[in-house]
């Protein structure tokens, strides 16, 4: 098993910047590929993006490609979301999710999950 914890999400304004973090533990960290999502009320969980086990491989979703920015201190056990230019559609609930080996990208891949953290974009 895997306990994942995010924290960072908080209230900002509209072109604002946030950097969301996940800390891992109980299992190697290296063994998994980590992924963010989120959900706003009455959507589906989006995959924003992924990262691989080494961080040499990402992926995007097209909504925040060129606005966020996904990475890993494999060190620290913790991933991280950069974001940039903040819109109010980014506003939701955003998860922290390990997947075994490499990137996935369907939300049922993702074997443990943490408890999200909210993020509210104002203008």
């Known amino acids: 098993q895997v306990q994942l914890v995010e924290s960072g999400g908080e209230l900002v304004q509209a072109g604002g910047s946030l950097r969301l973090s996940c800390a891992a533990s109980?299992?190697?960290?290296?063994?998994?590929?980590m992924g963010w999502f989120r959900q706003a009320p009455g959507n589906e969980r989006e995959l924003v993006a992924a990262i691989n086990w080494s961080g040499g491989n990402t992926y995007y979703g097209a909504s925040v490609k060129g606005r966020f920015t996904i990475s890993r201190d494999n060190a620290k056990s913790t991933v991280y979301l950069q974001m940039n230019s903040l819109k109010a559609e980014d506003t939701a609930v955003y998860y922290c999710a390990a997947a075994p080996t490499g990137i996935r990208y369907w939300a049922s891949s993702y074997d443990y999950w943490g408890q999200g953290t909210q993020v509210t974009v104002s203008s």
């Open positions: 109980g299992r190697t960290f290296t063994d998994y590929a």
